[in-house]
Every structure is written in structure tokens, then in C-alpha cells.
């Protein structure tokens, strides 16, 4: 199985940056993509960001787009959210998730997830 454990978050105020980590356990040598996905108070779950493990290529939602960016160490299994010029918006729990194969749709089939961790940003 893999385990994945997130850190980084915090409370910053609007405009600030913030840093996510997501360190990686387990069988991850044959995982697709990682992902980061978040839930605002009331709201459903959305995704945030993708990036392909073996490649590094990357996707991101139009909410986050050059503000945010998505990078992995693989030597370290460690998957990374830069999240710059922060908007009260997006005050959430971020969770980071786990891929294991294609299947043909960005942000669908993560089969593992982290406990999520608090990003608070204040106006």
C-alpha cells in the first residue's frame, strides 16, 4: 500500500505564500500521477493540481493557474505545492492523492489520499 502524509499548512494572509509537502510511502515507484485536491467549509471536494510521476508533466485548474505550481522529487517521493499570491478563496483542507494507472481522465481514479492539511488565508 502507499501512505502519503501532508504538511506545510497554515494561516497567511492574502497575498502571502505558502508551501505544501507531501512526503510518499509504499509502492510508489508505480504511481501514475499525484495529485492536490481541496475542501472549502461546505463545499464539495475539487482538484487543484496534477503532475505526471515518471515525466513531470503537469495540469492545474484554471482557479490556480499561475499562481500555483506542482513539482515532485522522485528521490525523495515527495510531491510539492508552491501556492503563491494566495486568495481568501482559497481557504480549504488540501489533500494530496495518489494515481496508480492511466485511465484516461485527469482527475478521476486516485486511489490513495493523504489526511489533508489546513491552509487558512486570511483578507
Known amino acids: 500500500q502507499v501512505q502519503l502524509v501532508e504538511s506545510g499548512g497554515g494561516l497567511v494572509q492574502a497575498g502571502g505564500s505558502l508551501r505544501l509537502s507531501c512526503a510518499a510511502s509504499?509502492?510508489?515507484?508505480?504511481?501514475?500521477?499525484m495529485g492536490w485536491f481541496r475542501q472549502a467549509p461546505g463545499k464539495e471536494r475539487e482538484p487543484v493540481a496534477r503532475?505526471?510521476?515518471?515525466?513531470?508533466?503537469?495540469y492545474y485548474k484554471d482557479s490556480v493557474k499561475g499562481r500555483f505550481i506542482i513539482s515532485r522529487d522522485t528521490a525523495k517521493n515527495t510531491v510539492y505545492l508552491e501556492m503563491n499570491t494566495l486568495k481568501p478563496e482559497d481557504t480549504a483542507v488540501y489533500y494530496c492523492?495518489?494515481?496508480?494507472?492511466?485511465?484516461?481522465?485527469?482527475?478521476?481514479?486516485?486511489?490513495?489520499w493523504g489526511q489533508g492539511t489546513q491552509v487558512t488565508v486570511s483578507s
Open positions: 492523492a495518489g494515481k496508480p494507472r492511466n485511465t484516461g481522465t485527469i482527475w478521476a481514479a486516485y486511489d490513495y
Open positions: 509504499g509502492r510508489t515507484f508505480s504511481m501514475y500521477a
Open positions: 503532475i505526471m510521476w515518471s515525466s513531470g508533466s503537469t
